[in-house]
């Protein structure tokens, strides 16, 4: 029974954890940005539901990798100016 219960509340922490990654088509391109500057760094899914690591700068990249610019849908926006660390 604690098993199972364990496994229950791992569950429901994962599905948790997993519905707070934002969908870049469901914000603004205002507030996709500030979400990233605010955190530094986060995963979101895009148009594709591809997982994107979106970085406010350079630092929360490899040592090899820097921030470049991409474009992303948003809500109000085809092109959304946001940054991913790239080789």
């Not at 996709?32 to 605010?38: F, H, P, Q, S, T």
Request: proline share 2%; hydrophobic share 40%.
């Amino acid at each position: 029974m604690k098993h199972l219960i364990a496994a229950l509340a791992l569950t429901l922490a994962s599905s948790a954890a997993f519905a707070a990654i934002p969908e870049t088509t469901n914000l603004t391109c205002a507030d996709a940005r500030a979400i990233v500057k605010r955190n530094g760094v986060i995963n979101m899914t895009t148009n594709g539901g591809n997982y994107v690591r979106f970085v406010a700068d350079s630092s929360w990249c490899s040592s090899d990798e820097e921030a470049r610019l991409t474009w992303t849908e948003t809500a109000d926006a085809q092109n959304c100016p946001l940054y991913t660390c790239q080789d």
